[in-house]
């Protein structure tokens, strides 16, 4: 049976991840901040959840997890770094706290808990770190640049993990999702309402929910899989976008950010 450690776990992505794995037949431990949201989570997910307070910004917090798996289980085969925060704004507008802030959780939140597991992964000699960054982190997307920032840093992080890790027997995927149906913008800090509303209702125009992310996800890591796009079109924009000179791409890009947006202010 599978032991599944996600941090951020409670809501959103990270709980239709639970659900995924508990579905399988997985012991699964959700991590997060909100104590409250996380009892919710652990009653509803059944007998075999569990639910650990976890600030990925302490890493003290995170050791007392990986301490208390330890004991319970004797160790972890998977762990979920989905734990994530956002802010939009152009780089004359956006506070430097909100860069530390979301550097803090979104990147060294993800090194603290690699860091802390990595140990334990190593000694049993097997195991998978899922980091979930975003498409945003292989793109460049303007008034996001400290979300796509911290973004792109996760994939960066995970791929020199990756060639680290690879003959210990350890994997490390990285999750690159694009827009999907979510709470994320209610969390969004110090973000004007009319970014927060266009967020919004681009998550709500896509057809993909947090279980069908999630599902994709799992699949696609199970599989072999080291970069998990999990959006129809956004291989093939990722690979434009390595293949165009840059001149050509931010072109393509502007063009393609205006009708985005103009879409987005109409509906």
């Not at 860069?99 to 803090?104: E, G, H, I, P």
């Not at 960054?133 to 840093?153: C, Q």
């Not at 996800?217 to 959006?231: C, E, N, P, S």
Request: glycine share 10%.
């Amino acid at each position: 049976m599978e032991r599944v450690f996600i941090t951020g776990g409670a809501s959103g992505l990270g709980l239709a991840l639970a659900q995924r794995y508990v579905q399988a037949g997985a012991r699964v431990c959700i991590g997060d901040v909100d104590d409250g949201r996380g009892r919710a989570a652990e009653t509803s997910l059944g007998e075999g959840a569990l639910f650990l307070r976890c600030d990925v910004t302490q890493e003290e917090d995170v050791q007392r997890v990986a301490d208390a798996l330890t004991e319970r289980w004797g160790g972890v085969d998977v762990v979920v770094n989905n734990a994530g925060v956002a802010a939009a704004g152009a780089i004359d507008e956006l506070g430097m706290h909100l860069w530390d802030w979301m550097t803090n959780v979104n990147l060294l939140g993800v090194v603290r808990v690699c860091k802390v597991f990595t140990p334990g992964l190593k000694r049993q000699g097997r195991g998978m770190f899922i980091n979930i960054a975003s498409m945003a982190g292989l793109s460049d997307t303007p008034l996001l640049s400290a979300y796509t920032a911290t973004k792109a840093a996760v994939v960066a992080f995970s791929e020199s993990l990756q060639n680290e890790l690879s003959e210990t027997g350890v994997r490390v995927v990285v999750a690159c999702p694009a827009f999907f149906r979510t709470a994320l913008p209610e969390a969004m800090r110090e973000t004007s309402s009319e970014l927060v509303g266009m967020t919004q209702r681009l998550m709500e125009k896509s057809g993909l929910t947090a279980t069908d992310v999630a599902d994709r996800i799992v699949r696609q890591a199970q599989g072999g899989q080291f970069y998990v796009l999990t959006h129809p079109g956004t291989r093939l924009m990722w690979w434009v976008k390595c293949v165009l000179p840059r001149t050509w791409w931010l072109r393509l890009s502007r063009s393609g950010v205006k009708a985005f947006l103009a879409r987005a202010r109409k509906d």
